[in-house]
């Protein structure tokens, strides 16, 4: 039987939409920050969770670093990005004293606060929710989609970069997709191509069109050719808030 949400935190919340991949450093967190931000753009108020606990690098993108986390009476208040407050987030990156400080945690550990994240953050109520989680399909995985399986996500958006490694374990993020019976929106390819900031031209650094075979492979939708530009260092220094987004095709 399936189970069903209790009211609470996030019961304002009308879509949720996870960012997961097989491999580590394919730009999940940046995917997520740009989608967070061409929804905004689009007039919807949107939520990041951060649940990437070993690596949350989504304060430092949107300029949130530094910023503390407060209490009331439904539980956490995200840190709100912008002052229209039309983005807020929540991440472990918020918790820690130093943010240099490695998390060192053993599994339950992990779950209970991913279990605390989905249940404690008063988002109060937002159009969209974008869920950045770290790369495989582990634990904290499995305890993300079990703890948010009863608020009905809309499904998952699978990043991958062109090269035949990083698709051969991103396509087993697809399979840990159907196996706990989480629908797939469809495969981004990141990092797909180099845009010349000079002349225009692209260059394929990493090949290109990988991530299209694979969701053609796999039956699943293909969204979106995303190019890697020279703006990309200067979203990582400056934050992503502050500066124009990639090229997508």
């Excluded at 020279?230 to 808030?241: I, N």
Aim: with cysteine; aromatic share 6%; glycine share 10%.
């Amino acid at each position: 039987m399936e189970a069903v949400a209790e009211p609470g935190n996030l019961a304002g919340v009308r879509n949720i939409i996870l960012v997961l991949s097989g491999k580590g450093g394919v730009g999940k967190s940046t995917i997520s920050t740009e989608l967070a931000l061409a929804l905004r753009h689009q007039g919807k108020k949107v939520g990041i969770l951060d649940v990437d606990l070993c690596g949350p690098s989504i304060p430092h993108m949107l300029r949130a670093e530094g910023k503390a986390v407060h209490q009331c009476d439904q539980g956490w208040v995200p840190v709100f990005v912008d002052q229209e407050k039309t983005i807020s987030l929540m991440s472990v990156g918020f918790l820690l004293e130093n943010p240099d400080e490695a998390v060192v945690w053993r599994g339950p550990k992990k779950h209970a606060l991913i279990k605390q994240f989905v249940s404690d953050v008063a988002w109060g109520e937002l159009d969209y929710l974008v869920v950045d989680t770290p790369p495989g399909t582990s634990d904290e995985h499995m305890a993300t989609v079990e703890a948010l399986r009863p608020y009905r996500p809309l499904g998952a958006l699978v990043v991958t970069t062109p090269q035949a490694v990083s698709v051969g374990d991103v396509r087993r993020e697809l399979t840990f997709c159907r196996k706990t019976g989480l629908q797939i929106i469809g495969v981004i390819e990141n990092m797909s191509g180099f845009a010349c900031p000079h002349c225009a031209e692209c260059t394929n650094v990493f090949s290109r069109g990988g991530g299209e075979e694979l969701a053609q492979l796999a039956g699943v939708p293909f969204l979106v050719f995303c190019q890697v530009s020279a703006y990309f260092c200067l979203f990582t220094r400056e934050g992503l808030v502050s500066v124009r987004m990639p090229q997508c095709t």
